[in-house]
C-alpha cells in the first residue's frame, strides 16, 4: 500500500493553522525569577522600577576645589576673587560633594597661592560640575516596560537603581531527538555506512540565537517503541520537541505514527521544497515538529516553524541592523576634535523617521539602554542642525520603529506606566518619550515630528489651559486636543516640612534652596506666572536658575537634601515621600496631528488611555483626576 501524506497545505496557512491548535491547547509563555548580572538577552515579564537613586550621592564630576557658590560671585579676570582655605575643599572626581558646598571649579581654572588659599577669575554657578542626585536614574522610575530585552546597558542601569533580581520570560527548553540505525555520534574515523550525526548541533547553535535552551538527547534507533518512549521522555522534560529524521515515507519512519501515538498529529506534510515531510504535532500545549533528515530540510523546516513559535514565546519579531536616514528633531552640537557618537530615541511619524538625540553624558548609562540608534558626527564636523536628514545606524528594527508612538513634550511618569499598558496590551507597539517642555512639545507637533505632545500651558489671562497656545502657533488648524488628566501641581518639600513654607511665596526666604524645571515647560511657566501674581523676585530665591527635566529630578534633589523645595506634581512627592504644599489643579492633555489620528498606534494610545487598567494605574499613583480619557476637547 502507498504511502499518502495526511496534508500538503501551503506554509502560511501551515504556521497559522498549527499557532492556533497550539494556543487553543493552552501554550503561553512561562516566567522565572534571574540575578540582574545573568539577565542579559532575556526578556522582562513586568516593568522594573529604580529602588535607589543613581548617583545615590551628590558627586563631583571634575578635580578641583568644592565651595558654596556665592562665595565666588563677582569674580572675573579683571577682579579676581582668593578663598581662604577654609572656603573649599580639595575633591577628585567622582568625591561626594562636602557639606555646604554647591559647586566644584576645576583645578585647571583655580591659582594656587602659598599660604593655602586659591584666587579664581571666574564665579562659579550654583551646581556646576556635580552629578546630582538621581542624574542617571531616579528611584521610582521605570527603568525598563514590560517584555523589553535586556542589553548591557540595561543591566548597568538596572544595578546602579538597585535592582538586583527580576523577573524574566523563562527560556523554552527545546529538545533535540536524533533518530537512525545508521547515525553516529561525531568522531574523527566513522565506518563505512556510518553517517554523523550533526543535525542536532546546527539546531542547537540555531535555537541558542534565538534565544531557547536546546537539550539534545541520545541518538535513538529506527524502532517505533524507542521513538515513543524518548519522544514521551522529552515532552514531559522540555518545553517543545524537534524528532529528527523519519518524518518522511520510508520503511523505517517512524516519527508521524510516534507523534500520534504520543500526542496528536496536527499536520503532516507541508508545500514546501525542501522540507515537504514536515511534521507538526503536539502533546497538549507542547509543540512536536518533526524534520527531515536531510540537513538543508531541516534547518528550512525549523526556521519557518520552529522559531515563529520561539518568537511568540517572546512576543517579539526578528531582528536585523542596518543603517538609514533620518531627520532630527533638535541640533546636534559637536566638538571638531573627536568623532563622536550621538544615541538617538527614533520613531516614524508619516514617512520620516524621526531621531531626538539622548542625554550624552558618560555616566547616563539609562540614555543608550534607551536608544533606538546612533548618530556618528565625525570628527572636525560641529554637528547638525534641527529637521536636518542624516545617517543613523538603527540598534532596533524598522518595523519597531514604525510601530513607535513618538511622544515629544511635557514630562510626567504617566507616559511611562502609558508605555507598559500599550506594551501589554499590544507587544508589537512601542512608546518613546522626549521631555522638552510643553512649548517644545507644540513646536515638534508643528513640525510634523511627534505623534502627540504632552501640554499643560496656563493662559495667565482666563484661567484656560492649552487652547490659546495651540490657537497661536496652530492658525489654520490641523490637530486634536485630548482629555489625558487633571493632576495636583504644588511645591514638594522635604518631609516634615521643617522650614514650615506655608505659600508659595515662601521660596523667597533667606537660606531656602530651590530647583526649579527648564525653560519652556508648563510647570516654569506657572512657576513663573505665580512669581508675579505673589509679588516674588525670582532674582532673591536661590537657585532658582537650577534647572532639571522631569518632575522626578526635581523630587529626587529634594529627598537627597540638595534643594529645599521645588515646584512639581504630587504624584513625584508621593514616590520620593515628601511633603507637599498643593497650589492648583491644571490640565495635562495631548496635542495629537490630525494627519495621524487615524493611524493604528495613535488609535491604540487612545484606547489605552480610556482602558480600566490606565485608570487604575494612574489612581495608584495619586494626585490625578481622570474625568474622560481620550476624549477629544477639541479640534482645531
Same mark, same amino acid.
Given at each position: 500500500?502507498?504511502?499518502?501524506?495526511?496534508?500538503?497545505?501551503?506554509?502560511?496557512?501551515?504556521?497559522?493553522?498549527?499557532?492556533?491548535?497550539?494556543?487553543?491547547?493552552?501554550?503561553?509563555?512561562?516566567?522565572?525569577?534571574?540575578?540582574?548580572?545573568?539577565?542579559?538577552?532575556?526578556?522582562?515579564?513586568?516593568?522594573?522600577?529604580?529602588?535607589?537613586?543613581?548617583?545615590?550621592?551628590?558627586?563631583?564630576?571634575?578635580?578641583?576645589?568644592?565651595?558654596?557658590?556665592?562665595?565666588?560671585?563677582?569674580?572675573?579676570?579683571?577682579?579676581?576673587?582668593?578663598?581662604?582655605?577654609?572656603?573649599?575643599?580639595?575633591?577628585?572626581?567622582?568625591?561626594?560633594?562636602?557639606?555646604?558646598?554647591?559647586?566644584?571649579?576645576?583645578?585647571?581654572?583655580?591659582?594656587?597661592?602659598?599660604?593655602?588659599?586659591?584666587?579664581?577669575?571666574?564665579?562659579?554657578?550654583?551646581?556646576?560640575?556635580?552629578?546630582?542626585?538621581?542624574?542617571?536614574?531616579?528611584?521610582?522610575?521605570?527603568?525598563?516596560?514590560?517584555?523589553?530585552?535586556?542589553?548591557?546597558?540595561?543591566?548597568?542601569?538596572?544595578?546602579?537603581?538597585?535592582?538586583?533580581?527580576?523577573?524574566?520570560?523563562?527560556?523554552?527548553?527545546?529538545?533535540?531527538?536524533?533518530?537512525?540505525?545508521?547515525?553516529?555520534?561525531?568522531?574523527?574515523?566513522?565506518?563505512?555506512?556510518?553517517?554523523?550525526?550533526?543535525?542536532?548541533?546546527?539546531?542547537?547553535?540555531?535555537?541558542?540565537?534565538?534565544?531557547?535552551?536546546?537539550?539534545?538527547?541520545?541518538?535513538?534507533?529506527?524502532?517505533?517503541?524507542?521513538?515513543?518512549?524518548?519522544?514521551?521522555?522529552?515532552?514531559?522534560?522540555?518545553?517543545?520537541?524537534?524528532?529528527?529524521?523519519?518524518?518522511?515515507?520510508?520503511?523505517?519512519?517512524?516519527?508521524?505514527?510516534?507523534?500520534?501515538?504520543?500526542?496528536?498529529?496536527?499536520?503532516?506534510?507541508?508545500?514546501?521544497?525542501?522540507?515537504?515531510?514536515?511534521?507538526?504535532?503536539?502533546?497538549?500545549?507542547?509543540?512536536?515538529?518533526?524534520?527531515?533528515?536531510?540537513?538543508?530540510?531541516?534547518?528550512?523546516?525549523?526556521?519557518?516553524?520552529?522559531?515563529?513559535?520561539?518568537?511568540?514565546?517572546?512576543?517579539?519579531?526578528?531582528?536585523?541592523?542596518?543603517?538609514?536616514?533620518?531627520?532630527?528633531?533638535?541640533?546636534?552640537?559637536?566638538?571638531?576634535?573627536?568623532? %563622536?557618537? &550621538? !544615541?538617538? =530615541?527614533?520613531?516614524?511619524?508619516?514617512?520620516? +523617521?524621526?531621531?531626538?538625540?539622548?542625554?550624552? *553624558? $558618560?555616566?547616563?548609562?539609562?540614555?543608550?539602554?534607551?536608544?533606538?540608534?546612533?548618530?556618528?558626527?565625525?570628527?572636525?564636523?560641529?554637528?547638525?542642525?534641527?529637521? %536636518?536628514? &542624516? !545617517?543613523? =545606524?538603527?540598534?532596533?528594527?524598522?518595523?519597531? +520603529?514604525?510601530?513607535?508612538?513618538?511622544?515629544? *513634550? $511635557?514630562?510626567?511618569?504617566?507616559?511611562?506606566?502609558?508605555?507598559?499598558?500599550?506594551?501589554?496590551?499590544?507587544?508589537?507597539?512601542?512608546?518613546?518619550?522626549?521631555?522638552?517642555?510643553?512649548?517644545?512639545?507644540?513646536?515638534?507637533?508643528?513640525?510634523?515630528?511627534?505623534?502627540?505632545?504632552?501640554?499643560?500651558?496656563?493662559?495667565?489671562?482666563?484661567?484656560?489651559?492649552?487652547?490659546?497656545?495651540?490657537?497661536?502657533?496652530?492658525?489654520?488648524?490641523?490637530?486634536?486636543?485630548?482629555?489625558?488628566?487633571?493632576?495636583?501641581?504644588?511645591?514638594?518639600?522635604?518631609?516634615?516640612?521643617?522650614?514650615?513654607?506655608?505659600?508659595?511665596?515662601?521660596?523667597?526666604?533667606?537660606?531656602?534652596?530651590?530647583?526649579?524645571?527648564?525653560?519652556?515647560?508648563?510647570?516654569?511657566?506657572?512657576?513663573?506666572?505665580?512669581?508675579?501674581?505673589?509679588?516674588?523676585?525670582?532674582?532673591?530665591?536661590?537657585?532658582?536658575?537650577?534647572?532639571?527635566?522631569?518632575?522626578?529630578?526635581?523630587?529626587?534633589?529634594?529627598?537627597?537634601?540638595?534643594?529645599?523645595?521645588?515646584?512639581?506634581?504630587?504624584?513625584?512627592?508621593?514616590?520620593?515621600?515628601?511633603?507637599?504644599?498643593?497650589?492648583?489643579?491644571?490640565?495635562?492633555?495631548?496635542?495629537?496631528?490630525?494627519?495621524?489620528?487615524?493611524?493604528?498606534?495613535?488609535?491604540?494610545?487612545?484606547?489605552?488611555?480610556?482602558?480600566?487598567?490606565?485608570?487604575?494605574?494612574?489612581?495608584?499613583?495619586?494626585?490625578?483626576?481622570?474625568?474622560?480619557?481620550?476624549?477629544?476637547?477639541?479640534?482645531?
Amino acid at each position: 500500500m502507498s504511502f499518502a501524506y495526511l496534508t500538503n497545505v501551503p506554509l502560511e496557512q501551515a504556521r497559522s493553522e498549527y499557532l492556533w491548535k497550539l494556543k487553543e491547547n493552552g501554550f503561553s509563555t512561562q516566567f522565572e525569577t534571574v540575578p540582574v548580572q545573568k539577565s542579559y538577552g532575556r526578556i522582562t515579564s513586568r516593568a522594573v522600577y529604580a529602588s535607589i537613586n543613581a548617583p545615590h550621592y551628590a558627586a563631583s564630576a571634575m578635580d578641583g576645589i568644592a565651595l558654596t557658590a556665592r562665595d565666588s560671585f563677582g569674580a572675573t579676570e579683571t577682579t579676581p576673587v582668593t578663598l581662604r582655605p577654609d572656603q573649599f575643599v580639595a575633591v577628585d572626581t567622582g568625591d561626594p560633594v562636602p557639606e555646604g558646598c554647591d559647586a566644584v571649579i576645576m583645578i585647571e581654572d583655580i591659582v594656587k597661592n602659598d599660604d593655602g588659599s586659591v584666587t579664581i577669575h571666574a564665579a562659579a554657578a550654583p551646581w556646576q560640575h556635580i552629578r546630582q542626585i538621581g542624574e542617571d536614574v531616579c528611584a521610582g522610575e521605570m527603568i525598563l516596560p514590560s517584555f523589553t530585552e535586556i542589553t548591557p546597558a540595561a543591566i548597568g542601569a538596572m544595578i546602579a537603581g538597585g535592582v538586583l533580581e527580576l523577573e524574566v520570560i523563562r527560556k523554552p527548553v527545546v529538545g533535540i531527538i536524533p533518530t537512525g540505525d545508521e547515525i553516529v555520534p561525531p568522531c574523527a574515523d566513522p565506518k563505512p555506512g556510518d553517517i554523523l550525526e550533526f543535525n542536532s548541533s546546527i539546531f542547537s547553535a540555531m535555537l541558542t540565537a534565538w534565544g531557547a535552551e536546546p537539550k539534545t538527547y541520545p541518538i535513538v534507533p529506527d524502532r517505533f517503541d524507542a521513538i515513543r518512549d524518548m519522544l514521551i521522555k522529552a515532552v514531559e522534560e522540555c518545553d517543545m520537541v524537534i524528532l529528527n529524521a523519519g518524518s518522511s515515507a520510508g520503511r523505517d519512519d517512524y516519527s508521524a505514527e510516534a507523534v500520534r501515538k504520543v500526542g496528536e498529529l496536527v499536520l503532516h506534510g507541508i508545500a514546501i521544497k525542501p522540507g515537504k515531510p514536515a511534521i507538526l504535532g503536539c502533546r497538549w500545549e507542547k509543540p512536536i515538529l518533526g524534520v527531515p533528515g536531510y540537513p538543508v530540510s531541516g534547518i528550512i523546516v525549523i526556521e519557518e516553524l520552529l522559531r515563529p513559535l520561539i518568537d511568540v514565546w517572546y512576543g517579539r519579531e526578528s531582528r536585523t541592523g542596518s543603517r538609514t536616514n533620518a531627520r532630527l528633531t533638535r541640533p546636534v552640537v559637536s566638538g571638531l576634535k573627536y568623532q %563622536e557618537f &550621538v !544615541r538617538l =530615541r527614533m520613531g516614524y511619524v508619516g514617512n520620516s +523617521l524621526m531621531a531626538s538625540p539622548l542625554p550624552r *553624558g $558618560s555616566g547616563v548609562v539609562s540614555s543608550f539602554m534607551k536608544a533606538d540608534g546612533m548618530l556618528e558626527v565625525p570628527q572636525g564636523k560641529e554637528g547638525y542642525t534641527a529637521g %536636518e536628514a &542624516v !545617517r543613523v =545606524r538603527l540598534l532596533k528594527e524598522r518595523s519597531q +520603529l514604525k510601530n513607535t508612538l513618538v511622544v515629544i *513634550g $511635557s514630562h510626567d511618569p504617566l507616559l511611562d506606566e502609558l508605555a507598559d499598558l500599550i506594551r501589554r496590551r499590544d507587544r508589537r507597539v512601542f512608546l518613546s518619550s522626549s521631555h522638552v517642555g510643553s512649548m517644545g512639545g507644540i513646536m515638534a507637533v508643528r513640525r510634523g515630528e511627534a505623534h502627540a505632545a504632552g501640554i499643560h500651558l496656563l493662559d495667565t489671562e482666563t484661567g484656560e489651559y492649552n487652547r490659546r497656545y495651540i490657537r497661536k502657533y496652530f492658525p489654520h488648524g490641523g490637530v486634536y486636543l485630548v482629555r489625558c488628566v487633571g493632576r495636583q501641581q504644588g511645591l514638594m518639600l522635604q518631609r516634615g516640612n521643617p522650614l514650615g513654607l506655608t505659600c508659595f511665596a515662601d521660596i523667597a526666604r533667606d537660606g531656602l534652596r530651590y530647583v526649579n524645571r527648564q525653560k519652556g515647560s508648563g510647570t516654569r511657566i506657572l512657576t513663573d506666572y505665580l512669581c508675579q501674581k505673589e509679588g516674588v523676585d525670582p532674582d532673591r530665591i536661590y537657585g532658582y536658575e537650577r534647572e532639571e527635566v522631569t518632575h522626578n529630578a526635581v523630587a529626587v534633589q529634594i529627598a537627597g537634601g540638595s534643594a529645599d523645595a521645588g515646584m512639581g506634581i504630587y504624584s513625584a512627592a508621593k514616590l520620593y515621600d515628601l511633603d507637599f504644599l498643593p497650589i492648583c489643579v491644571e490640565e495635562y492633555d495631548l496635542l495629537i496631528p490630525e494627519n495621524v489620528w487615524t493611524t493604528g498606534i495613535v488609535r491604540e494610545m487612545i484606547r489605552t488611555l480610556e482602558s480600566r487598567e490606565f485608570r487604575d494605574r494612574i489612581e495608584a499613583m495619586g494626585g490625578y483626576t481622570l474625568d474622560r480619557p481620550g476624549e477629544i476637547i477639541d479640534v482645531f
